[in-house]
T-cell receptor, first 111, second 115 residues
Framework: KQEVTQIPAALSVPEGENLVLNCSFT??????LQWFRQDPGKGLTSLLL?????REQTSGRLNASLDKSSGRSTLYIAASQPGDSATYLC??????????FGTGTSLTVIP | AAGVIQSPRHLIKEKRETATLKCYPI?????VYWYQQGPGQDPQFLIS???????DKGSIPDRFSAQQFSDYHSELNMSSLELGDSALYFC??????????????FGEGSRLTVL
């Protein structure tokens, strides 16, 4: 069974810093990997989707990379802003219809 | 663009009562997922349906049941509610991969409070 781990569990940075969130998974046989953002009491918003054949995806200040062979993905956030404060989750999709979620990283950006 | 629609957004029930949550997936999405998220926890997979048939089962209690209807909307029925059932319940939808990205989209969730 796929296991997904996110490090760190919590992160606090001053505004303007660049930061990296990590996601690791145990089985490299994946179809895609998706990064989500969740604000307290809200739904999960999809940030970036990386197909297994891709190595990275970019959207604005966000860049996600995927190293399938080593079972790792990183989410890079440039020039962090207080509005980036949220919980970030990664989810791995093996071939088929299941998704496996990491435990999330709670990010606080201090003004 | 159309998103995943969940109703009701908030629900308050007494112990031992029954609750029903509804989910309307994004048009043309063939798969619906139900997740339960307790306070401070990551989403826990309950059950999923592909083309109106149950496709995967997670940690769904026996007191809960779900189905997907001919119009692809899904309902999660919860009976004999317990205090521990208080949580955010998310519905998500996707398209079976194979020519599609397989991206997962979530609804805003239904917050169930059991008193």
């Amino acid at each position: 069974k796929q296991e997904v781990t996110q490090i760190p569990a919590a992160l606090s940075v001053p505004e303007g810093e660049n930061l990296v969130l990590n996601c690791s998974f145990t089985d490299s046989a994946i179809y895609n990997l998706q990064w989500f953002r969740q604000d307290p009491g809200k739904g999960l918003t999809s940030l970036l989707l990386i197909q297994s054949s891709q190595r990275e995806q970019t959207s604005g200040r966000l860049n996600a990379s995927l190293d399938k062979s080593s079972g790792r993905s990183t989410l890079y956030i440039a020039a962090s802003q207080p509005g980036d404060s949220a919980t970030y989750l990664c989810a791995v999709r093996p071939p088929g219809n299941q998704f496996y979620f990491g435990t999330g990283t709670s990010l606080t950006v201090i003004p | 663009a159309a998103g995943v629609i969940q109703s009701p957004r908030h629900l308050i029930k007494e112990k031992r009562e029954t609750a029903t949550l509804k989910c309307y997936p994004i048009p043309r999405h063939d798969t619906v997922y139900w997740y339960q998220q307790g306070p401070g926890q990551d989403p826990q997979f309950l059950i999923s349906f592909y083309e109106k048939m149950q496709s995967d089962k997670g940690s769904i209690p026996d007191r809960f049941s779900a189905q997907q209807f001919s119009d692809y909307h899904s309902e999660l029925n919860m009976s004999s509610l317990e205090l521990g059932d208080s949580a955010l319940y998310f519905c998500a939808s996707s398209v079976w991969p194979g020519g599609y990205t397989g991206e997962l989209f979530f609804g805003e969730g239904s917050r169930l409070t059991v008193l």
